[in-house]
């Protein structure tokens, strides 16, 4: 049974003390929920204080991406080790987001998910089409191609190492949401490319989450679909109450 995860990507949002209070508001709301995993990733400023704000509750810390070198003379990088340091649990890596504004491409994904697992981090590896390949019927090329361009540097351990986040690009930010048929559709063959890529029980126990506009009032539906195990929340992140009802989507 694959517990539903719900992540808040802040995305670059939010102060140190901005963060603070909105993750404080969320625990009292929400601190004490057990049926629903749920990660905050803040930007990297707040993942200090986040951090000793979490310590003590059953919510986890995501970062928002990181380089895939342990150390070294990166200016302006953050390294696996640094995230563990700070007690992240997951790591997202590959959002569209990084991919379109940053050169992030299946190569340097592929280093970083490998140095994720390394650090025994768990990578939510975001794939996701854009409007024209969806509308050229590409959907299906391109999200195989980047999940086997993104494991290529290694394969997880097992299926709980490992987090897909299906984000369509046309959706994201733009209050335009796949249907949950059409989201189950593509959730279904990452499953069934996962069973190929790691064997079936593996494969079978991969959470994939949905990204792209989630909102209250659509969450519901998209969790009822078989193969959908999460959720990759943006702008309704940022506030306690649209997050907070997302999470109670039950």
């Known amino acids: 049974?694959?517990?539903?995860?719900?992540?808040?990507?802040?995305?670059?949002?939010?102060?140190?003390s901005e963060a603070s209070f909105l993750v404080e508001?969320?625990?009292?709301?929400?601190?004490?929920?057990?049926?629903?995993?749920?990660?905050?990733?803040?930007?990297?400023?707040?993942?200090?204080?986040?951090?000793?704000?979490?310590?003590?509750?059953?919510l986890t810390l995501a970062a928002q991406n990181m380089y895939w070198e342990r150390a070294g003379a990166f200016t302006g990088e953050i390294s696996p080790v640094m995230l563990r340091d700070l007690t992240c649990r997951f790591v997202i890596l590959g959002h569209?987001?990084?991919?379109?504004?940053?050169g992030d491409g299946d190569g340097e994904v592929a280093l970083k998910v490998e140095a994720a697992l390394a650090e025994g981090l768990i990578p939510?590896?975001?794939?996701?089409?854009?409007?024209?390949?969806?509308?050229?019927?590409?959907?299906?090329?391109?999200?195989?191609?980047?999940?086997?361009g993104a494991l290529d540097g290694g394969m997880p351990d097992s299926g709980g190492a490992l987090i897909i986040a299906y984000e369509p690009i046309w959706a994201i930010g733009t209050g335009k949401t796949a249907s949950p048929e059409a989201a189950q559709e593509v959730h279904c063959f990452i499953r069934r490319l996962l069973?190929?890529?790691?064997?079936?029980?593996?494969g079978g126990e991969v959470r994939i989450l949905y990204g792209g506009s989630v909102k209250p009032d659509n969450v519901r539906g998209l969790m009822e679909m078989q193969d959908i195990d999460g959720a990759l929340v943006g702008g309704a992140s940022l506030d306690a109450?649209?997050?907070?009802?997302i999470v109670h989507f039950k």
């Open 241 to 245: 109450e649209s997050f907070t009802r």
């Open 25 to 58: 508001e969320l625990i009292g709301k929400i601190g004490d929920i057990s049926s629903v995993e749920v990660a905050i990733a803040p930007p990297f400023t707040a993942l200090e204080a986040v951090s000793k704000i979490l310590s003590e509750t059953d």
């Open 195 to 202: 069973e190929n890529l790691l064997g079936k029980g593996p």
């Open 1 to 16: 049974m694959r517990k539903p995860l719900i992540v808040a990507n802040w995305k670059m949002y939010n102060t140190v």
């Open 96 to 102: 569209s987001e990084r991919r379109q504004f940053f």
């Open 124 to 148: 939510i590896l975001c794939v996701g089409e854009t409007l024209g390949e969806r509308e050229y019927r590409k959907t299906f090329e391109v999200v195989e191609r980047q999940i086997r």
